[in-house]
């Protein structure tokens, strides 16, 4: 049975995954059954698709440059000046990425429109609501949502880099911008441009700013132009399939270079007495200046988003804004009582949350320990990771609509299910694989040396010692899909709603305040369940 395991999750896992990525090409190039590469080839020249392409990479390559701008100088202060041992801002820089982006980007528009909240607070400010809603407001609006990941990935590869280079740059004579430009700017090239093909990715598989800020300005990208030739009539699933494999293409090609660079660009140091890296003390002038920019950056890219997120949901009457005895928290009460709606969206949030993530940890486990027999299973397992999630929904749509006779679950609220298993399934391997890593083989060795069977080395050995990889790849799963935008938008089933869709519609349609009390609540149970998170794993770090 055990040698049996890999193959019937390769089949399970082909079913699940390589199905319906086939599916969306099938679609593409067979439009009447027939081979034919007429319909992409038309649908990706057509003028407006060609320059939907093009604000795309555009927008992309932007991203990377701000959030370059945003991210290395932090990189660099919390990593080798004194500010490496205020370890709090980890946590405070995380809050972006915990933030789902729909709802970061209307905050920014809540405050940034005419009669907004900025207007409100600063009236002369009113000339910067032109300059917001362009190209630029949604580049930065984005960038700040996604320079954590580049800020992490750029302070982890700064500490690597010993004391002992930079002080016999010193010894030798090069000054500090010498050093930087020598030492430390070809030693990171490698991590730079893996972190920067990430958000590259990320950027261009977003789906939650662009379909908010993004419309509004009438910037289509990538991703709103595939949910809408899906959703909206006349439905072209032609034009959407041509558009998803173009995209799949593109995040292939960024994949196999980033994988290039992590073997080819990247360094190791050898030799030397320590990698411990140096601490600059800064004059208090460059203090000042450090104190400045963290500031900014978290005024930025928290404070404001979340106040007028938070604000607008305590808002009675909008036309008065922020004035005294305008303020309420009757729109939180609506959210559990008018219509059930809110209530409803909350309880489907839950389950689908609930479910998805048992299922995911279950089959994520069986593939993270059939992985040390097959690496084709943990391969096709993490394939949703590389992929935008609306290529991959899209890709389900099709096929399960194909087949929905002999699987009638197109429509129902276990097609959103099985979504997000196969969705979020490469968390909950990377957390059990990261666990069986740091067991050792002898442990299993002396369990079946003292007569245990595999059954039972199974579950007194290998599963306690795996259990919070299981439990961390259960709990993200479940933070990320309570709050899950595009599955719901595509595939939920008639007048049902999630948290993520209550909000979207309560904001289109004018419902303000009670969007934005959604959005408090569904930020504040993202929060709550990342702290329980890290309680649960922390006593494992005091073992």
């Known amino acids: 049975m055990r040698n049996r395991l890999p193959i019937l999750l390769i089949i399970i896992l082909s079913i699940l995954i390589i199905c319906p990525l086939l599916s969306i090409f099938a679609e593409a190039v067979f439009p009447d059954g027939q081979f034919s590469l007429t319909q992409a080839i038309d649908t990706i020249t057509e003028s407006e ?5 093009g604000s795309s990479l555009l927008l992309g390559l932007l991203v990377v440059i701000v959030s370059s701008a945003i991210a290395l100088p932090l990189a660099f202060i919390f990593s ?3 500010f490496a041992r205020y370890r709090f801002f980890d946590i405070i820089f995380m809050i972006p990425f915990m933030t789902p982006p729909y709802i970061a980007s209307m905050g920014w528009i809540l405050f940034m429109q005419r009669r907004g909240l900025l207007q409100q607070l600063i009236p002369s400010a009113a000339f910067l609501s032109d300059w917001f809603f362009s190209l630029a407001g949604l580049v930065l609006v984005m960038s700040f949502h996604v320079f954590p990941f580049m800020m992490t990935m750029m302070k982890n590869a700064m500490l690597a880099i010993p004391s002992s280079l930079d002080e016999a740059g010193a010894v030798l004579g090069a000054r500090f911008p010498l050093r930087i430009r020598k030492l430390f700017m070809p030693l990171l090239t490698g991590n730079y441009a893996i ?8 950027t261009i598989s977003e789906y939650g700013t662009p379909s908010t800020l993004g419309r509004r300005i009438g910037f289509e990208v990538f991703t709103t132009d595939i949910h809408r030739y899906a959703t909206v009539a006349p439905i072209e699933f032609g034009k959407s399939a041509s558009l998803a ?6 995040c292939l090609v960024i994949w196999m270079l980033q994988n290039y660079i992590t073997m080819k ?47 607008s949901s305590l808002i009675k009457l909008r036309g008065y804004g922020l004035r005294a005895g305008n303020f309420t928290l009757n729109n939180y009460i609506l959210v559990f009582t008018e219509d059930r709606q809110g209530i409803n969206a909350l309880s489907v949030s839950i389950f689908l949350a609930v479910t998805s993530a048992t299922i995911a940890a279950f089959l994520g486990t069986a593939c993270a320990l059939s992985s040390r027999k097959s690496r084709l299973v ?37 097609i959103m299910v099985l979504s997000y298993v196969i969705l979020f399934l490469p968390y909950t391997v990377q957390y059990v694989s990261s666990s069986l890593s740091q067991i050792s083989g002898s442990l299993r060795a002396a369990g079946r040396i003292c007569g245990g069977k595999p059954g039972y080395v199974f579950r ?23 709050r899950e935008l595009v599955t719901p938008s595509l595939i939920a089933p008639t007048n049902t709603l999630t948290v993520s869709t209550y909000i979207n519609r309560q904001f289109e349609q004018g419902s303000v305040g009670k969007g934005m009390a ?23 770090k005091h073992r």
């Open 49 to 53: 698709n060609a320059r939907m392409i």
């Open 195 to 202: 972190g920067a093909l990430l958000v590259f990715v990320k």
């Open 265 to 311: 660009k990247t360094y190791n140091i050898v030799g030397g007495r320590s990698s411990a890296s140096r601490i600059i003390t800064l004059k208090p002038a460059a203090k000042a200046i450090c104190w400045i920019f963290i500031t900014a950056v978290i005024f930025f890219t928290m404070v404001i988003p979340l106040f007028s997120v938070i604000a």
């Open 378 to 414: 943990e391969g096709i397992a993490l394939i949703p990771e590389m992929l935008p999630s609306i290529v991959l929904v899209l890709g389900i749509m099709l096929f399960y609509n194909r087949i929905y006779k002999a699987v009638p679950i197109y429509g129902t609220i276990w």
């Open 245 to 250: 494999s173009l995209l799949i293409g593109i």
């Open 80 to 82: 080798r000046t004194q």
């Open 460 to 482: 007194h050995i290998t599963l306690p010692l795996i259990s919070r990889g299981i439990l961390s790849g259960w709990m993200m799963t479940f933070i990320i899909a309570f």
């Open 518 to 540: 959604m959005a408090v609540i569904c930020i504040a149970f993202s929060t709550v369940s990342l702290l329980i998170l890290n309680k649960a794993i922390a006593p494992e």
